[in-house]
């Protein structure tokens, strides 16, 4: 199959303006295919040849005006059209498409609860070829005619509002059609059908709905107010903050199984995991997150859908400010009033993380360094959604929000239902500020990696000096904190009995680099915190003395946010080699029993246990870094006896369950179908202890299976299957490496499941024999699954335990000599890098 390239693009699209699609799409002709009829008309505007794509099972005839092209020319997924002369011409293709296991294209699933059957689209990139055949690039936006047919008692949900027409005849099937579409990118076209269970109701005068399949209504029954109540409060602050009125016909969310990706923003219908229809107990945290996402989607209608990118180096254009505005907007119109919390201590981590491997890239990459959309691909990262929002906080605290605003609706005026580029949007912006933002997008968008900002305070008798050194070359506006330490019981305070407590004095702005010195009144404070309200986006190091107050004060910070600055810098001094780990679990142990906020009490909890105990610690040292962990999980329970802060109730279970080294306690939690004190035990619960059961070698595969007759939903099947690959058994092993590498027969989901499973550094001597293999069978994989499981094989099937020189020597080795998709290769170079920093961090 080839990949189309930006040059492949740029002369399709001098050459050709599209106008219609009509799509009729039949379901009911089998479980492996599907029809698909494709009638394209455009205008050549010059005479000339070019092509079409698509990636069918059976090519069964195509037309282009009337006469007849050979289905055999099909060249991988091109069909040539050659000799096309000036004017209009219609294109018409009829084929037989497969269904996909893998969330890529018309994904089919079954649910194994009640056997129902539920089909999706999923066609970012280059995947509208599983479906019909297309001009498929995004600056050849077009209006769609779509039909579909599908099984009687199923329902079919699209871009637009969706009318059911009649009866087929023969085959069984009913006909419905969807609302013609505006003008769209090939990739925003989405279609869904299936016995949805659905919630409809209406606001400023358009249709809202709620969708899941069947076995999940009960759990979105008990959801639908707050999804709604957000959906309303998302919607309305958009049309406050933006000129342009929302542009489709209709707004429904779709719930769909094993689905890829968070979120999909296909316009009018947005596709979201449907992991994120609780069927278990989460956090008031997990719930903000979930609204995050319904802001971060409805952002993008007028951020891609609207005004959409003209080449994918622009990626950013649309993720970018989805995630800044989904963070900022929910914070402004909802209930969930502290995202930056969440945002600070979980995604930009993820920003950070990915912006110092050798993969890192520009925010806004040169167009040539994304030649094609197997590159284009490689950028949906931590850098064009942490870093890419966060220099747009930047932005804002440097431009004002009002100018910012007035440069984005400018923009949209300017390009709606169009194509544009980072300049198209620069020049927008600069026509509403004497502000230069041009060097600003240079120096922000333009270049790599994280600047390093490091305070240092000289005190005399009555007034104390700040610098600041920077190592980096961007300009940063951002709050300097000071606080002195406070009486004990401070109503200021994180909490009123934690280990010291910190009074705010003052904060103050300051430009980064500064003229010269900053020399302020009074004795120095105790604490002196860069980037307080982390307005920016670099690493923090603070000077000694306030390191010091904050390791023995920082549950006394009184704002979350300021504690997650200063959370963050402690993980960034672990990564760098710095800080001992073990100095990262002894504030956590000290601070973390009087923390109030869920979100960094989860943040700090996934990197000790994901990063500290998993990868930067030596297996020596791993056993007592797990006992001070369920320790600090146990003096968290103590603390939510009663059922308050039941969020962080809930996460202690959870991590206590995780850094178990003894069967015992979550052995009786199993049988006893509770937690002392509470919670009573949900699935997800249930399954989290079978999994670290199965690790310690404390259950068989009776118990396994019991579980999975007690729980007969797809998480349970999932569950199911990491918990046999977590079995310490070497049958067991060469099963689940067998299901994972051997065969093509798991879908995504159960791919991800049994290879998270796998791996355990528990059981590092019984899987060391598949180091070794993991790379060519990855490698094969990845050939014959494409990119979906490709990544999932990067991310989640690699051997991260396997933290020493030899299986760095063997990955690097093998990195040189192979040729790997694209996918798989930047998954393997940054796992490679994380284990490179492991190693350093073991040996500082």
């Not at 007034?463 to 002195?484: F, K």
């Not at 059922?643 to 006893?672: H, K, N, Y």
């Amino acid at each position: 199959m080839s990949v189309l390239t930006r040059d492949e693009a740029q002369t399709r699209a001098r050459l050709l303006d599209v106008q219609r699609y009509t799509v009729a799409l039949d379901l009911t002709t089998g479980e492996e295919t599907f029809d698909s009829t494709t009638v394209i008309r455009f205008t050549a505007r010059a005479a000339g040849d070019t092509f079409v794509e698509l990636k069918p099972a059976v090519l069964r005839s195509v037309t282009l005006d009337g006469v007849g092209l050979d289905p055999g020319a099909l060249d991988g997924n091109r069909l040539a059209l050659r000799g096309l002369d000036a004017g209009a011409h219609e294109l018409r293709v009829d084929a037989a498409m497969r269904y996909s296991r893998t969330g890529e294209g018309m994904h089919r699933f079954t649910d194994p609860e009640d056997g129902e059957t539920y089909v999706y689209t999923q066609l970012f990139m280059e995947d509208v070829q599983r479906v019909f055949a297309a001009f498929d690039q995004p600056d050849l936006k077009a209006v769609f005619e779509v039909t579909v047919t599908a099984p009687d008692g199923w329902s079919v949900l699209g871009n637009g509002v969706s009318v059911r027409e009649g009866d087929e005849g023969e085959g069984g099937g009913v006909r419905w059609s969807l609302a013609t579409t505006p003008l769209l990118p090939t990739y925003l076209v989405a279609v869904a059908a299936g016995p949805w269970h659905s919630v409809r109701t209406e606001h400023a005068g358009l249709p809202f709905g709620l969708h899941c399949r069947r076995s999940l209504a009960p759990y979105l029954d008990a959801d639908t107010g707050e999804l709604f109540e957000v959906t309303r409060a998302c919607f309305d602050r958009y049309h406050e903050k933006f000129e342009e009125p929302y542009p489709f016909d209709s707004y429904d969310q779709l719930f769909v199984p094993e689905f890829n990706a968070g979120a999909m923003e296909n316009p009018g219908l947005v596709t979201f995991r449907d992991e994120y229809v609780y069927r278990s107990a989460v956090t008031d945290n997990e719930r903000q997150t979930r609204a995050m996402v319904v802001a971060h989607e409805m952002a993008h209608m007028w951020f891609g859908d609207l005004v959409t990118l003209t080449w994918w180096d622009d990626i950013w254009l649309n993720e970018s400010f989805a995630e800044y505005m989904g963070y900022q907007t929910l914070t402004e119109a909802t209930s969930f009033t502290d995202t930056w919390v969440d945002f600070g201590i979980w995604r930009k981590g993820w920003g950070y993380d990915a912006d110092q491997r050798p993969s890192t890239h520009p925010v806004a990459p040169a167009p040539d360094a994304v030649p094609d959309t197997a590159a284009a691909l490689l950028n949906f990262d931590g850098i064009s959604y942490a870093k890419g929002a966060s220099a747009l906080r930047q932005l804002v605290a440097w431009l004002g929000e009002k100018d910012f605003l007035a440069g984005i609706n400018t923009h949209f005026a300017r390009h709606k239902f169009a194509n544009a580029t980072l300049a198209d949007f620069i020049d927008s912006l600069a026509h509403t500020t004497d502000r230069d933002v041009h060097t600003w997008a240079e120096q922000w968008l333009r270049t790599t990696g994280v600047d390093t900002l490091t305070a240092r305070v000289t005190a005399r008798a009555t007034e104390w000096t700040l610098a600041v050194d920077r190592q980096g070359s961007r300009p940063h506006r951002l709050t300097v904190g000071t606080y002195d330490i406070g009486p004990a019981d401070s109503a200021d305070s994180a909490d009123s009995a934690g280990p010291g407590r910190l009074v705010p004095r003052d904060r103050f702005d300051a430009d980064v680099p500064l003229s010269e010195p900053l020399t302020l009144p009074g004795r120095r404070p105790a604490l002196v915190l860069l980037n307080d309200g982390d307005h920016t986006y670099a690493k923090i190091r603070l000077d000694p003395a306030s390191w010091h107050t904050a390791l023995t004060t920082l549950a006394g910070l009184p704002d979350p946010l300021s504690r997650s600055v200063v959370w963050n810098a402690a993980r960034d001094l672990v990564r760098d080699g710095e800080l001992a780990p073990t100095a990262f679990l002894d504030a956590a142990r000290t601070h973390l029993p009087y923390e109030t906020d869920i979100a960094l009490t989860e943040g700090v909890l996934l990197f000790a246990t994901d990063q500290i105990t998993r990868q930067f610690l030596t297996p020596e040292q791993r056993p007592a870094a797990l006992a001070t962990l369920t320790d600090l999980c146990r003096d968290l329970l103590r603390r939510t006896e009663g059922g308050e802060a039941s969020g962080i109730r809930l996460t202690a279970v959870r991590r206590f369950i995780d850094t178990a080294t003894q069967p015992d306690a979550i052995q009786d939690w199993l049988a006893a179908d509770a937690v002392p004190g509470g919670p009573e035990l949900d699935p997800e619960l249930r399954w989290r202890i079978l999994t670290r059961l199965a690790v310690l070698g404390a259950v068989d595969t009776a118990a396994i299976d019991a579980e999975r007759d007690r729980d007969r939903s797809a998480t349970g099947e999932e569950g199911a299957a990491r918990c046999r690959a977590a079995l310490p058994d070497p049958a067991a092993k060469a099963e689940a490496w067998a299901r994972l590498f051997d065969g093509d027969e798991l879908s995504n989901s159960l791919f991800i499941a049994t290879a998270d499973g796998f791996f355990h550094p528990e059981q590092a001597d019984l899987v060391g024999e598949y180091v070794p293999r993991y790379y060519p069978a990855a490698t094969a994989l990845a050939a014959r699954r494409g990119p979906a499981i490709a990544t999932a094989a990067g991310r989640h099937a690699f051997p991260r335990h396997a933290v020493d020189e030899e299986a760095l020597r063997l990955g690097r080795d093998f990195l040189a000599g192979t040729e790997i998709t694209p996918a798989l290769r930047r998954k393997l170079v940054d796992q490679l890098d994380d284990l490179e920093r492991a190693l350093r961090v073991r040996t500082s």
